[in-house]
């Protein structure tokens, strides 16, 4: 069996130029040399990486609704929240979980980790299912403003043909919980 | 029923400061004030919006492997590309297509359009259905380099596993294949 590649078509840094640092994000442009020996230049996003919950109460799920200020609405998404530096992605899980719905959990489980946008950002989201939940209090920041709410796989899919569900790691989390139902694994 | 308030924890813009635009992704910071009249900042880049397709011929996907910079490594993933400017996403999909990997669809249904990070990006990608493919001939940009080919349902979950297939849009149509296969519909 031949060893995969993960080079094959790779582009090779010939400089860095740093754009801006953030508190969340940081960009820079990289020239690089092609596989052909061109040279091209690849903007880049810097962040963290993030985690995110599949949380399952009585068969629904919770979600929260807040300001997306990118999108300039609120959206209904499921808990989440960027990584701290050095952070380990299942305690971020959990902390995140509790920060924003008051439940806690000692057994999440990871479903997937996956980038979001490949082409320009290295972000990376940790998902991973809690089903055993103790409930509590919710301790947001003073800043931070949301609503929690929980809801049914079919009223998931509603929310999403309405577009109040329409991000990636939320869409993702409604079909792994329908391929879950259906299948008995994730 | 009350009407659905997609402002109810809006986030004011106050200032907005340009910081740098690019030939892909431009990057600014808003200052905003939040429901409690604190003072805040958010990153966000802005993004033309993305297409991708699911394309399943003779029971098989088609993907393709290209380095992704940001990642440092090669992915694989489900035909995708950025939206020109002022072009129709499904004209995009129809030709995103057929310039990765040849084949041509008159047919492409809309599965559901997600957006990627709405926490600091703005980008949306219009995830797309293809089933009745006529084969052709790919014809790739100077500049870029991918490897095509078609994989089974079960490689699609093993590639999930081993991480060659880690990014949003492809774990969501390869979510919603299965869904296709198990239920009927997407």
């Known amino acids: 069996m031949t060893p995969i590649n993960h080079k094959k078509f790779e582009e090779v840094t010939l400089s860095?130029?740093?754009i801006f640092q953030g508190k969340i994000i940081s960009l820079q442009v990289d020239t690089v040399r092609l596989p052909n020996g061109n040279i091209a230049t690849r903007e880049i996003v810097k962040h963290p990486g993030a985690v995110a919950v599949l949380a399952i109460v009585d068969d629904r799920m919770l979600v929260v609704e807040q300001y997306r200020k990118p999108l300039e609405r609120n959206q209904i998404e499921i808990p989440a929240g960027?990584?701290?530096?050095?952070?380990?992605p299942l305690d971020a899980a959990k902390r995140?979980?509790?920060?924003?719905t008051g439940y806690s959990c000692d057994t999440l489980k990871l479903i997937?980790?996956?980038?979001?946008?490949?082409?320009?950002?290295?972000?990376?989201?940790?998902?991973?299912?809690?089903e055993q939940l103790i409930k509590g209090e919710a301790h947001l920041d003073e800043d931070e403003f949301l609503d929690v709410?929980?809801?049914?796989?079919?009223?998931?899919?509603?929310?999403?043909?309405?577009?109040?569900?329409?991000?990636?790691?939320?869409?993702?989390?409604v079909y792994a919980w329908q391929v879950y139902k259906l299948t008995g694994s994730f």
Chains 1, 2 share one sequence.
């Open 16 to 18: 860095t130029e740093s």
């Open 82 to 88: 960027k990584l701290d530096a050095g952070e380990d």
């Open 96 to 100: 995140e979980l509790e920060e924003e």
């Open 112 to 130: 997937s980790s996956f980038y979001t946008s490949p082409g320009f950002a290295d972000e990376i989201i940790h998902l991973y299912v809690a």
């Open 149 to 173: 709410e929980s809801i049914t796989l079919d009223q998931a899919q509603q929310y999403m043909r309405e577009g109040r569900i329409s991000d990636a790691k939320t869409i993702t989390a």
